[in-house]
């Protein structure tokens, strides 16, 4: 996982969530330079204040994922922090799986909220994986 900020948060947030070992899968971006590459989405207007945030809301609600965002909330909220640079608070991530140079995967965030199907993401990981063929 790639996150903007600096390293010290990032451990910082592994510690938090209680992920095991999680400081060997988070890589800290305090430049935002991979956000800048992918061109990833960014802005208020642009993610905030999205039509495509209050759908993404009214979906999990309506799918029955109030269970996981009231989870993810209460974490949230004892793991805060301001970014390294101002404007890096309303840039939106993505998903993406890499094999070598190929892009297997690819789901840019559309707005707060709007993330990629995580079944679908660990499925064609799994299946690029060099795991699957042991």
């Known amino acids: 996982m790639v996150g903007i900020g600096k390293p010290s948060v990032g451990k910082e947030l592994v510690e938090h969530l209680g992920i095991p070992n999680?400081?060997?899968?988070?890589?800290?971006?305090p430049e935002n330079a991979l956000y800048d590459d992918l061109d990833l989405n960014r802005g208020v207007a642009t993610t905030f204040f999205s039509p495509a945030t209050p759908y993404a809301i009214r979906d999990r609600l309506w799918n029955g994922d109030t269970k996981e965002i009231g989870e993810v909330l209460q974490k949230w909220s004892k793991a805060f922090y301001i970014p390294p640079?101002?404007?890096?608070?309303?840039?939106?991530?993505g998903t993406f799986i890499f094999r070598g140079y190929d892009t297997i995967y690819a789901h840019y965030d559309e707005a707060t909220g709007a993330h990629a199907d995580i079944t679908k993401v660990?499925?064609?990981?799994v299946e690029t994986s060099d795991l699957k063929k042991n």
């Not at 999680?22 to 971006?29: K, S, V, Y």
């Not at 660990?122 to 990981?125: D, H, T, V, Y």
């Open 22 to 29: 999680g400081e060997q899968f988070i890589f800290a971006d």
């Open 85 to 93: 640079k101002r404007e890096q608070a309303f840039n939106q991530g």
């Open 122 to 125: 660990i499925r064609l990981a």
